[in-house]
């Protein structure tokens, strides 16, 4: 059965809802595996806008595939979280989760050359200034596109989340090196 998770600002902010929003994860875990759904609402909540600028970012900056994206990495979430008893990291599992959906679509598809261009275009009258930029941004977009997978996904959650490298390691199943 699909489920749909609605924009946060839609829901009242009153009620149990409001108690569940104060408990830690590891609290809304506990209570979404026995059976409440409003305590993976809170979640969803938490994690939505930051899990959304990530899969956007992984994704080449399409807010559709973005959306796409974090929908299924949500529903994946439901499912997986609700039959599996094991402790997790519910932050850094989502993140996980939300990086190997937008891996598994990105070695799908690549960025069309028109969306690389778009981003490139300013205000700039100047032909030469705008050929620069536009130069420029294909530069660190080729930059960026010829990183190792771990490598691009960890520069966008230092980036968009301030993950830690414990969180990051954990994120991206790696190991530190003292």
Do not use: K
Request: proline share 5%; charged share 30%.
């Amino acid at each position: 059965e699909a489920r749909h998770f609605t924009d946060p600002q839609s829901r009242p902010a009153s009620g149990p809802a409001q108690v569940l929003r104060l408990r830690s994860d590891d609290q809304l875990l506990v209570l979404f595996r026995r059976g409440s759904d409003e305590a993976f609402s809170v979640l969803v909540d938490r994690y939505r806008t930051r899990l959304l600028a990530y899969t956007r970012r992984m994704l080449g900056g399409s807010q559709q595939d973005a959306e796409d994206a974090l929908q299924d990495v949500f529903l994946r979430a439901y499912g997986s979280l609700r039959a599996d008893e094991r402790p997790v990291s519910v932050r850094a599992w989502l993140y996980r989760v939300a990086h190997n959906r937008c891996v598994d679509q990105i070695r799908r598809t690549g960025p069309a050359p028109e969306d690389i261009y778009a981003v490139s275009r300013g205000t700039s009258v100047d032909p030469a200034d705008a050929c620069e930029r536009r130069e420029d941004l294909r530069q660190v977009v080729s930059d960026i596109g010829r990183l190792p997978e771990n490598q691009r996904s960890a520069l966008l959650l230092r980036e968009i989340d301030g993950l830690t490298y414990n969180e990051l390691a954990a994120t991206l199943d790696l190991s530190l090196r003292p």
